[in-house]
């Protein structure tokens, strides 16, 4: 059972964090950036460490020396994708940047490819609301401004499934679904330019949108 040490200084976000990854059978620790006396660290295997890169610098720097030292795999999570490269090079370990808000089943995901286990299914998916374009793994996809306000009604229940009718209220403006064809037109053209393996079919429901 791997280790894994969270460093997240949002209480609700750092506690969801650690339910999740225990149901999963992981050994993980809430921490306090502050204390010196770091769970695990001498044990043979290193911890896995996710540290939340909205804390201050002056506590992150000697914390990641440390941790680079003895060789820890880290998965920063940040609210701003255009970090994404700068922490990548800050750090000469193994590790991998997740956007946030981001799904449990991503996070699970990301911990098992560095672990050194099975390939995310899906590459990453946001959106640049500035722009108004999806973002695959970084690269821009350009959509109409219907698909991204679909997509985004999507997004903000990712492996939930979504009812047709939640989708044209959230996207369209609509009150009742009626006779329209809309949400399921819509979907398709989302699916040929991200890929199929991205919107899930629920059966008498609507569609899921799978993220990892």
Known sequence: MANILIYVSHNALAQ???????????????????????????????????LD????????????????HRGCP???????RKMSA?????????????VIPASNRSVCLRVRQLLGGEEPVCKEIALDEAERVALLDGRRVELTAQEF???????????VP????????KAWGYQSMGETRT?????????????????ETVYKCGYRLKLA
């Open 162 to 169: 979504v009812s047709r009718e939640q989708l044209l209220r």
């Open 86 to 98: 700068h922490l990548r090079a800050l750090y000469a370990g193994a590790c991998d940047v997740l």
């Open 74 to 80: 880290i998965l920063f999570l940040t609210g701003d």
């Open 16 to 50: 969801k964090l650690c339910d999740s990854l225990k149901k999963e059978q992981y050994n993980a620790v809430l921490c306090d950036e502050n204390e010196t006396d770091i769970p695990f660290l001498n044990e043979e295997k290193a911890p896995l460490v996710i």
């Open 183 to 199: 949400v399921d037109v819509h979907v398709q053209r989302l699916r040929k330019k991200l890929g199929g393996e991205y919107i």
């Open 149 to 159: 306000a679909l997509l985004h009604a999507l997004m903000e229940k990712p492996d």
């Open 53 to 68: 890169a909205r804390l201050k610098w002056t506590v992150c720097r000697p914390l990641l020396e440390r941790f680079a």
